[in-house]
Nanobody, 129 residues
Framework: EVQLQASGGGLVQAGGSLRLSCAASGDTFDHYAIGWFRQAPGKEREEVACIASSDAKTYHPASAKGRFTISRDDAKNTVYLQMNSLKPEDTATYYC??????????????????????WGQGTQVTVSS
C-alpha cells in the first residue's frame, strides 16, 4: 500500500514544458513500478510512461517517446514526468499510479489501468494553442 500525490500541472502554451511530480508515502519505490496516465474529457485513460523499481528502466508509448521522460529520485521518493514540446492534444488530467506487478517492477513495459492498484488524485495540464 502506497499513497501517491501528483502535482505540477498548469497552463502552458504549445511548445512549452512542464514537470509533473508524483510523491509517494507509506512505502518505498523499491516495491513498485510507477506509471503515468492521462485522461482527457470524453476519452479513456491512457498510459504515457512507466518506470521500473530497479535500474530505472523506462517505458514510453510511441505517442510520448521523445517528448515525455519519466525519472525517479529515490532520495525524495518521487517520480517525475518531464513533458517537452507540449501540444494542445496533451491537455488532460495526469495521474500517477503504482503497481506491484512483477513484470513491470523488474522491467518497465506497457500496462493498463487494471495493472495499477494505487492512484494519485491527478493534476490538470492544459496546453493552449
Amino acid at each position: 500500500e502506497v499513497q501517491l500525490q501528483a502535482s505540477g500541472g498548469g497552463l502552458v502554451q504549445a511548445g512549452g514544458s512542464l514537470r509533473l511530480s508524483c510523491a509517494a508515502s507509506g512505502d518505498t519505490f523499491d516495491h513498485y513500478a510507477i506509471g503515468w496516465f492521462r485522461q482527457a474529457p470524453g476519452k479513456e485513460r491512457e498510459e504515457v510512461a512507466c518506470i521500473a523499481s530497479s535500474d530505472a528502466k523506462t517505458y514510453h508509448p510511441a505517442s510520448a517517446k521523445g517528448r515525455f521522460t519519466i525519472s525517479r529520485d529515490d532520495a525524495k521518493n518521487t517520480v517525475y514526468l518531464q513533458m517537452n514540446s507540449l501540444k494542445p492534444e496533451d491537455t488532460a488530467t495526469y495521474y500517477c499510479a503504482a503497481t506491484t506487478d512483477g513484470r513491470l517492477v523488474s522491467s518497465a513495459t506497457a500496462g493498463s489501468i487494471y495493472t495499477y492498484a494505487d492512484w494519485g488524485q491527478g493534476t490538470q495540464v492544459t496546453v493552449s494553442s
